[in-house]
């Protein structure tokens, strides 16, 4: 079979199978629905820290007594020892304050630039708040950076 064979015959196998694909995209039933789509934008302004537990909804069963169903407790925040770690790299700092129990924890330019850390092993932590030792509960820990390699006091 020489090239140009094989061009039209894989030319033929591409418009069969175009005109397959368009044939069933291109079909009209009267008996769908007409879908549309609207697009919104929504700009939300935090005013207060997200949750950190997720509360349970109860809805009533006609069928069970109302007596029957349990009252949700609020759970207290978790307070524990913050650890210290001042001269560690970022994402070290993060870990060992998650090993202590808080999973979140925040971080910010010390040098005033306003630089994210979006490589936290690329910085270093040059202070903290609050101090090794506190008790400290989700969000509460202040860890201040700079890159590794500007000046600090490690």
Do not use: H, Y
């Amino acid at each position: 079979m020489t090239s140009s064979s094989r061009f039209r015959v894989r030319s033929v196998i591409v418009f069969a199978l175009s005109a397959i694909v368009l044939a069933g995209c291109g079909s009209q039933d009267s008996a769908e629905p007409e879908v549309s789509t609207e697009v919104r934008t929504v700009t939300v302004e935090a005013t207060a820290p997200a949750p950190t537990s997720i509360e349970r909804i109860v809805i009533p069963d006609a069928s069970v007594p109302e007596s029957a169903v349990p009252e949700p407790t609020a759970s207290e925040p978790v307070l524990v020892s913050m650890p210290p770690v001042v001269c560690m790299n970022l994402q070290s700092a993060q870990n060992a304050i998650q090993a202590v129990g808080v999973f979140f924890s925040r971080s910010e330019d010390a040098s005033g630039e306003g630089r994210m850390q979006v490589n936290d092993s690329n910085w270093i932590v040059v202070e903290q708040s609050p101090a090794p030792g506190t008790l400290v509960g989700e969000g509460d820990a202040l860890l201040s950076v700079v890159k590794i390699g500007e000046p600090n006091n490690c």
